[in-house]
């Protein structure tokens, strides 16, 4: 059941709001004061809690402001029987989730302590899915090859540095990009992701720097693009060498005057955008067949970090089975399956050229072709099956 805290120095203001509340199934404690329920705070989680703004001692705006630290995902509840706007205002601004006053309406008291379990428990989850997120895009290895980059990604990350990240499909480039956005002072903004290799050549000003209605003959609406979703945020350019030579220009611009313009529009936009992109093509070569423009590669790459193939880093294969094994059960819901030493050693002999893309793949086919646990003979027979 849903735990709840009182702290109100009137007796009987407690003992009402206890019975009404204990009626709705909730479980109720009681602090007579501040003090005692900051003590209560420390020492239990509470979904909700209910907070007199005038009390002897510590009043309830102080207690909220300490309440912020100790446990700042309980929402509190402010009530008071002098209670005017400004000290509502002022309360919310603190970190309240809303205002009551005395006597409470009991259908209001009822809805508000709802609403504020509902947006705790939003909070809870919010936290578990960003767990399994960062957990799903772990970066796996202690390689020394793998080591490098966790080490460049540690000293770039907490900067607002543009950087160029190559290497190989399947090497875990895009990893690299969420792991420089996660640990930066930007991770509380947005991390928007192009494909650039995805989007027609034709369509790529648009999907990056969004279009005014009527721009173009299938713009029957105004888009807002990529740029100016990521505001405040990271942009991941991935496949950034299959980007078109007029889209270039435009980024480029982007970049030295942090200002877009939309397809078809007049009005300079501003963006306040960090910028990491990708790629698995040797863009000098690129520059040289005037394929790609050499200022916006030096504009890009101020860091370079190169993400190498697995091919260069095999001891970390039985870490990357290891977790692959555990996402596979967690997604059919099974019980992991285990992996004998002779078949690992196999793995880690193959050639990988789709890097650990492929090597998930392979996990995944003999989790599903195997027994309890994939032998040397399961992993020969699977691991690269003859196409007829």
């Known amino acids: 059941m849903p735990k709840l805290l009182i702290i109100d120095d009137e007796r009987a203001i407690r003992s009402t709001l206890k019975e ?20 209560l705070l420390g020492k239990t989680k509470y979904d909700a809690v209910l907070c007199d703004i005038k009390m002897p001692g510590m009043d309830g705006i102080e207690v ?4 912020m ?7 509190f509840i402010m009530i008071s029987a002098h209670g005017t706007i400004d000290t509502a205002v002022e309360a919310t601004k603190k970190g309240a989730y809303d205002f009551l006053q005395k006597p409470p309406d009991l259908n209001r008291l009822l809805v508000t302590v709802r609403n504020a379990l509902d947006k705790s428990n939003l909070v809870t989850e919010t936290k578990i899915l960003k767990k399994k997120i960062s957990k799903t895009y772990e970066m796996v290895g202690t390689s020394p090859a793998l080591t490098r980059v966790k080490q460049a990604i540690e000293k770039v990350a907490p900067t607002d540095a543009r950087v160029l990240i190559t290497g190989p499909n399947g090497s875990g480039k895009e990893l690299v990009a969420r792991a420089i956005h996660e ?17 027609p050549s034709e369509l790529i000003e648009s999907e990056l720097f969004g279009h005014e209605k009527g721009s173009f003959t299938s713009a029957v609406k105004q888009r807002i693009g990529k740029f100016e979703q990521a505001n405040g945020g990271t942009l991941f350019l991935d496949e950034v060498g299959d980007m078109s030579l007029s889209a270039q220009a435009k980024v480029l611009r982007a970049l030295q005057e942090h200002r877009i313009t939309r397809v078809g529009g007049d009005k300079d936009i501003q963006v306040d955008v960090r910028v990491v992109a990708a790629t698995n093509k040797n863009l000098l070569e690129e520059i040289e067949a005037r394929n790609f423009r050499e200022d916006l590669y030096h504009r890009l790459g101020v860091i370079l970090i190169h993400v190498p193939p697995l091919n260069e ?4 294969i039985p870490d990357l089975v290891h977790k692959f094994l555990n996402d596979i ?18 793995l880690q002999g193959l ?24 032998s040397a003979e399961d992993a020969k027979a699977y691991a690269r099956p003859v196409v007829t």
């Open 329 to 346: 059960a967690n997604d059919y819901g099974n019980k992991p399956k285990t992996i004998s030493p002779d078949a690992l050693q196999y």
């Open 313 to 316: 880093r095999r001891e970390d």
């Open 20 to 39: 009404i509340l204990e009626f709705e199934n909730y479980t109720v404690d009681e602090a007579e004061d501040g003090e005692k329920g900051l003590q």
């Open 183 to 199: 640990n930066s002072n930007r991770n509380s903004g947005p991390l928007v992701e192009v494909n650039c290799a995805a989007i």
């Open 69 to 75: 630290e100790i446990s700042p995902d309980s929402p």
């Open 64 to 67: 909220l402001e300490k309440a």
């Open 351 to 374: 050639d990988w050229r789709g890097n650990v893309r492929e090597l998930r793949n392979v996990v995944e086919r003999l989790v599903i072709m195997s027994g309890p646990e994939i």
